[in-house]
Nanobody
Framework: VQLQAFGGGLVQAGGSLRLSCAAS????????MGWYRQAPGKQRELVAT???????NYADSVKGRFTISRDNAKNTVFLQTNNLKPEDTAVYFC?????????WGQGTLVTVSS
């Protein structure tokens, strides 16, 4: 499975970005998908997850501001980020789970200026 993430960039505080991540070459059904992020000098942390059926889970720090969604037919996961804050600055990594194996995308950088 190969995952390609898009949509990062530079945005002012209060702004929005829509991240997307498409999984290709998946021979098996993809179950969970989601996003993690890693800020400079910090450990990677969970941002949001979504099951194939659409159940979602969010980190407390992004609840009410970020929305995760997916298109099962296209094996694509999205992350709508609103009201961005400087502390949201990080490399955002998408992942997909298939038959107990997790695959990662290459990351897309989100930079929020104050």
């Amino acid at each position: 499975v190969q995952l390609q993430a898009f949509g990062g960039g530079l945005v002012q505080a209060g702004g929005s970005l829509r991240l997307s991540c498409a999984a290709s070459r998946s021979f098996f059904v993809i179950s969970d998908m989601g996003w993690y992020r890693q800020a400079p000098g910090k450990q990677r942390e969970l941002v949001a997850t979504i099951t194939r059926g659409g159940s979602t889970n969010y980190a407390d720090s992004v609840k009410g501001r970020f929305t995760i969604s997916r298109d099962n037919a296209k094996n694509t996961v999205f992350l709508q980020t609103n009201n961005l804050k400087p502390e949201d600055t990080a490399v955002y990594f998408c992942y997909s789970d298939s038959r107990g194996v997790r695959h990662w995308g290459q990351g897309t950088l989100v930079t929020v200026s104050s």
